[in-house]
């Protein structure tokens, strides 16, 4: 059989299992720098790796936007998705950085006030 003919099942059945990365003493400090009300709980417990992923990109705003989008929104369809909480921290630091972090305009208002003001 040709990877052609494989079923997406057959496909997502082959693909090498994810080594459990540990957090990295900079995501760690990078979690430790974050406001309380924002920094995540269960993210760094169950995917450390992609915590890694926000730490690593959080110094450059189209990375880590583009990064944290990817994460919340499913391009390539058939991901089971992150729990609701986990989602929400997710959420949670894409607003932040939005808003704190890097703010940026969100709507042609967003312009308009910061032209007028």
Same mark, same amino acid.
């Given at each position: 059989?040709?990877?052609?003919?494989?079923?997406?099942?057959?496909?997502?059945?082959? %693909?090498?299992?994810?080594? !459990?990365?540990?957090? @990295?003493?900079?995501? +760690?400090?990078?979690?430790?720098?974050? /406001?309380? *009300?924002?920094?995540? %709980?269960?993210?760094?417990? !169950?995917?450390?790796? @992609?915590?890694?992923? +926000?730490?690593?990109?959080?110094?450059? /705003?189209? *990375?880590?936007?583009?990064?944290?989008?990817?994460?919340?929104?499913?391009?390539?369809?058939?991901?089971?998705?992150?729990?609701?909480?986990?989602?929400?921290?997710?959420?949670?630091?894409?607003?932040?950085?939005?808003?704190?972090?890097?703010?940026?305009?969100?709507?042609?208002?967003?312009?308009?006030?910061?032209?007028?003001?």
């Amino acid at each position: 059989m040709t990877t052609k003919e494989l079923t997406l099942e057959q496909l997502i059945a082959r %693909r090498r299992p994810q080594v !459990e990365e540990p957090l @990295l003493p900079e995501t +760690i400090r990078w979690l430790a720098s974050l /406001p309380n *009300d924002v920094r995540p %709980r269960q993210l760094p417990i !169950e995917f450390a790796r @992609l915590c890694n992923g +926000i730490a690593r990109h959080w110094d450059s /705003p189209r *990375d880590c936007l583009g990064y944290l989008e990817d994460l919340l929104i499913d391009r390539r369809g058939g991901r089971s998705g992150f729990s609701f909480n986990v989602a929400l921290e997710i959420a949670g630091l894409k607003d932040h950085y939005e808003t704190v972090i890097h703010p940026t305009q969100q709507t042609a208002w967003d312009l308009i006030m910061v032209h007028h003001y």
